[in-house]
């Protein structure tokens, strides 16, 4: 099928990597695997950002949404539509935290399911690729993916303990 060829799209700045990140939301049709420092600024606070997620978590009970972070501060205190998702599909959606020693790794990715990505090479350089119908490299990122997060542990709960 035409829509299933291998499409590379080089991404310039950060409104090229915000859209992306919305494409590759979009384009997920099981599992999504997020992997950035913070969040920050990146449109994850964003309504359509909040309602493409949303729907994707709403669309199949099996639907999972994997979320690893270094720094969670961001995410739970500045990002109140996460939380919401989190609190609402706790059973299916997951916010983690890499250990320190893991903390140096600095290129984010994200990954839909086995096919598609988006990959910048620096978390200071927006600069970075969206990646559709790329099995190989989306198969390969979501490995490394889950070697992190095995390795890290959940930042925030879905529950609010205490008053």
């Not at 270094?70 to 205190?77: A, E, F, G, I, R």
């Amino acid at each position: 099928m035409d829509d299933e060829v291998l499409q590379h799209t080089k991404l310039n700045g950060i409104v090229d990597y915000i859209a992306a990140l919305d494409t590759l939301c979009q384009l997920a049709q099981r599992n999504l695997y997020l992997f950035e420092k913070n969040y920050d600024g990146i449109g994850f606070n964003t309504e359509a950002r909040y309602t493409t997620l949303r729907n994707f978590l709403l669309a199949n009970p099996a639907h999972r949404l994997f979320v690893l972070t270094h720094d969670k501060y961001y995410l739970s205190t500045q990002c109140p539509r996460m939380l919401m998702l989190l609190r609402q599909f706790g059973t299916s959606m997951f916010i983690y935290q890499t250990p320190k020693n893991l903390q140096y790794i600095s290129e984010p990715f994200s990954v839909a399911d086995d096919a598609h990505y988006v990959r910048r090479f620096h978390f200071d350089d927006p600069r970075g690729i969206l990646a559709r119908h790329d099995p190989e490299n989306a198969r390969a990122l979501k490995s490394r993916f889950m070697e992190m997060w095995a390795s890290s542990h959940p930042a925030i709960s879905s529950t609010t303990l205490g008053l």
